[in-house]
């Protein structure tokens, strides 16, 4: 078996994952990348965290479809003959379009919330369900879940009433199973993203570019996968180790109270 720990990163051909990926890599674990379909990107990302050191795989993986957790859990280890100690849920999809939030389908609806939520929720319960069933300690000194949920958990945007709720709901998901698993030495955290510069988010960047020079954020720029990835390595490493279902801001002041 690797003496390297294995993280599983979610949604990780691209943007925030992606840079998660790297980031672990560099900190000494080998990466698990999942994608809900087969890319070239997905390919590329591979081949850069291998460059990192690391070894790496992809995977297709439905977050939506529960049933499959536990043997894509199975199967990463048995491909890189290792344990995964770090699960880091970055996978998520969004709205189907922004819209009055009189307008929202249950398509959309249930879209967010089969992934983003209930997906979530299941894989961390195999995923915990998994490293208790095992006979041996982690090899990682600080095994972790690590969730990216986003500034919307919190702050309210009408136009995308769906995705709000159910990063609300995975929120408090993660709140729940970091008192389920404090006691088992499985640190759990919660990163909410805000405004980060992204293939997703580059459709509302010129709406965005004008509210953050009048002042929506502290620092007026956009922020980046890599400052994203920086704080999960920071998590996974152990960089936080007295603290449970703590949930770390990055957003540049997005979310602090001002008037």
Same mark, same amino acid.
């Given at each position: 078996?690797?003496?390297?720990?294995?993280?599983?990163?979610?949604?990780?051909?691209?943007?925030?994952?992606?840079?998660?990926?790297?980031?672990?890599?560099?900190?000494?674990?080998?990466?698990?990348?999942?994608?809900?379909?087969?890319?070239?990107?997905?390919?590329?990302?591979?081949?850069?965290?291998?460059?990192?050191?690391?070894?790496?795989?992809?995977?297709?993986?439905?977050?939506?479809?529960?049933?499959?957790? *536990?043997? /894509?859990?199975?199967?990463?280890? !048995?491909?890189?003959?290792?344990?995964?100690?770090?699960? =880091?849920?970055? +996978? #998520?999809?969004?709205?189907?379009?922004?819209?009055?939030?009189?307008?929202?389908?249950?398509?959309?609806?249930d879209?967010?919330?089969?992934?983003?939520?209930?997906?979530?929720?299941?894989?961390?319960?195999?995923?915990?369900?998994?490293?208790?069933?095992?006979?041996?300690?982690?090899?990682?000194?600080?095994?972790?879940?690590? *969730?990216? /949920?986003?500034?919307?958990?919190i !702050?309210?945007?009408?136009?995308?009433?769906?995705?709000? =709720?159910?990063? +609300? #709901?995975?929120?408090?998901?993660?709140?729940?199973?970091s008192?389920?698993?404090?006691?088992?030495?499985?640190?759990?955290?919660?990163?909410?993203?805000?405004?980060?510069?992204?293939?997703?988010?580059?459709?509302?960047?010129?709406?965005?570019?004008?509210?953050?020079?009048?002042?929506?954020?502290?620092?007026?720029?956009?922020? *980046?996968?890599?400052?994203?990835?920086?704080?999960?390595?920071?998590?996974?490493?152990?960089g936080?180790?007295?603290?449970?279902?703590?949930?770390?801001?990055?957003?540049?002041?997005l979310?602090?109270?001002?008037?």
């Amino acid at each position: 078996m690797s003496a390297r720990p294995i993280a599983l990163v979610t949604g990780s051909r691209r943007g925030i994952g992606r840079a998660i990926a790297v980031e672990l890599g560099l900190a000494g674990f080998d990466v698990a990348l999942t994608d809900a379909a087969a890319s070239q990107e997905l390919e590329d990302a591979v081949r850069e965290v291998e460059r990192t050191g690391a070894c790496a795989i992809a995977l297709i993986s439905d977050l939506a479809d529960i049933d499959s957790h *536990t043997g /894509t859990l199975r199967e990463i280890e !048995a491909t890189l003959d290792g344990q995964i100690d770090c699960l =880091v849920n970055n +996978a #998520g999809v969004s709205v189907m379009s922004r819209g009055d939030l009189l307008d929202v389908t249950p398509e959309s609806f249930d879209r967010c919330i089969a992934v983003n939520t209930r997906g979530t929720f299941f894989l961390t319960q195999a995923f915990a369900k998994h490293c208790l069933a095992r006979s041996g300690g982690a090899v990682a000194p600080h095994p972790s879940v690590i *969730t990216i /949920t986003s500034s919307n958990a919190i !702050a309210a945007s009408p136009l995308r009433g769906e995705y709000c =709720v159910s990063k +609300a #709901g995975l929120s408090m998901a993660n709140t729940l199973f970091s008192l389920r698993l404090a006691e088992h030495g499985i640190s759990v955290y919660e990163v909410q993203p805000g405004l980060i510069e992204t293939e997703m988010t580059a459709p509302s960047r010129a709406r965005y570019d004008a509210q953050i020079e009048q002042g929506l954020t502290a620092i007026k720029r956009w922020g *980046t996968p890599q400052e994203v990835a920086t704080t999960v390595r920071t998590l996974a490493t152990g960089g936080l180790p007295y603290s449970v279902g703590q949930a770390i801001r990055i957003d540049g002041g997005l979310l602090v109270t001002k008037y």
